[in-house]
């Protein structure tokens, strides 16, 4: 399976949710993660995707590191089965509210 393929799961499931799965750049920051997912309740997430085994790189982990120092959650997906677990526990966060 290709990350391509694990993306647009990505985005199906949390349109389902009703949530946006936005493709993240930010110019002159490389390594930041591949998509901003927004949520019903104001849940906000980071999410990498890889090919299924794959590893992020030194500046993606630099990267992480600093957005998780700010208490934003970042998540590194690599299957439709993380997907899930991911979408998972989004229900749950928005279950809280």
Do not use: H, W
């Not at 030194?58 to 959650?73: E, G, V």
């Amino acid at each position: 399976m290709r990350e391509k393929e694990i993306e647009k799961y990505l985005r199906e499931e949390i349109k389902k949710l009703g949530g946006i799965a936005y493709k993240f750049t930010s110019p002159g920051n490389s390594g930041v993660p591949d998509r901003l997912v927004l949520l019903p309740c104001g849940i906000m997430a980071f999410v990498e995707l890889k090919a299924p085994g794959g590893k992020t790189t030194a500046i993606q982990d630099r990267q992480i590191s600093r957005i998780q120092k700010l208490d934003f959650d970042v998540y590194v997906i690599d299957s439709k089965f993380k997907v899930d677990c991911f979408i998972q526990d989004m229900q749950r966060r928005i279950g809280d509210y």
